[in-house]
C-alpha cells in the first residue's frame, strides 16, 4: 500500500516536472506549481509515516482505552518519550482500530502509566482522559497556546452494567 503511494507520488513529481520544462506557462506559474508541489511533499511525507505506523504526535482523543505502553525514560542527549498504543472511545463505544501516540516525558505520567500497565496485566482494563492545558504561549503551537500540552489521566475502566431481563 505504501508503495502505491510512493509510485503515485513519483508519477505526479515526474509529470510536474514535464509541465515545468517543457510548457510555456509563465514563470509566475511556474513557480506557484513548484511551491505547490513542494508543500504536497511534506504532506504527503507526513500521510505515508502514518500509514507505516510510526507514532502520531497529535493529541490524544478526549477520551480512550490504553492497550498498552512503553516508556523511554531520558537519558543524556534524549529527553525521554511516552508511548502510548490506545483505542479511541467514541460515544460511549470502543473504536475497534488501534493507534500509537508519542507523548513528552514527564514523571507523573509516567507513574500513572506503569501503575495502569500493572492493572492491565492483572486483567483490569484501563482508560484514559485527555485535555488540553491552558497555553502558556510556549512550544510549536503558539498560535493556538495550549495544543502541543495535554494533562492526561489514567484510570480503571468502569464496568459495564447488564440491564436485567
Known amino acids: 500500500m505504501t508503495l502505491t503511494f510512493i509510485i503515485v507520488f513519483v508519477v505526479f513529481a515526474l509529470l510536474v516536472a514535464l509541465a ?10 511556474k513557480g506557484l506549481l513548484a511551491l505547490g508541489v513542494t508543500g504536497f511533499y511534506f504532506w504527503g511525507y507526513g500521510v505515508v509515516h502514518t500509514l ?14 490504553m492497550i498498552a505502553a512503553i516508556v523511554d525514560e531520558p537519558r543524556p542527549k534524549f ?26 516525558y514527564t514523571r ?3 507513574e500513572m502509566i506503569v501503575e495502569g500497565m500493572r492493572k492491565g496485566r492483572d486483567g483490569v482494563n484501563q482508560m484514559g482522559t485527555s485535555e488540553a492545558k491552558p497555553g ?8 493556538k497556546p495550549g495544543n502541543d500540552e495535554q494533562e492526561v489521566k489514567i484510570m480503571d475502566l468502569p464496568t459495564p452494567h447488564v440491564p436485567e431481563k
Open 52 to 65: 507505516l505506523g510510526i507514532p502520531s504526535t497529535d493529541a490524544l482523543p478526549e477520551r480512550f482505552v
Open 20 to 29: 515545468l520544462v517543457f510548457s510555456s506557462w509563465p514563470r509566475w506559474l
Open 136 to 143: 502558556n504561549g510556549k512550544g510549536s503551537g503558539w498560535l
Open 79 to 104: 529527553e525521554g518519550a511516552l508511548y502510548l498504543w490506545i483505542t479511541p472511545i467514541e460515544e460511549g463505544k470502543g473504536v475497534l482500530q488501534p493507534r500509537a501516540y508519542k507523548l513528552p
Open 108 to 110: 507523573p505520567v509516567h
